[in-house]
């Protein structure tokens, strides 16, 4: 697999991860025009991934990264908020990387 469309996957999922964070908890104008700024990059670094990979490489690392990056967020908030962390919860995203890393190791 290309190590490229790689980084521009990882690039556009950790984006989204801010994003999707950001839907969340914005406020104020600011904070809702930096949070569709890091909707365009992240979509843009999605968009910059096919010139290296295939489209359905591309989504499906992209989908798996950004669940991981977003529920890591939350697990990260949860933890320091002292709300409780679902074993179900981590081993389901631990099966998520598996698959993800899955996919990178198997393309030819």
């Not at 991860?17 to 909707?39: C, D, Q, R, S, V």
């Not at 908030?77 to 389901?92: A, D, K, P, V």
């Amino acid at each position: 697999m290309n190590n490229k469309g790689f980084f521009w996957v990882i690039s556009g999922a950790s984006v989204e991860a801010g994003w999707a964070y950001g839907l969340k908890y914005a406020n104020t104008p600011f904070e809702w025009m930096i949070t569709a700024l890091l909707a365009c990059c992240s979509f843009w670094a999605f968009m910059m991934s096919f010139k290296y990979l295939s489209a359905s490489i591309a989504y499906a690392m992209f989908i798996g990264f950004g669940t991981i990056f977003i529920v890591g967020a939350e697990i990260i908030t949860n933890y320091f908020n002292n709300q409780s962390i679902s074993f179900l919860r981590i081993l389901f995203i631990l099966l998520i990387i598996i698959g993800v890393l899955g996919l990178k190791r198997s393309e030819t």
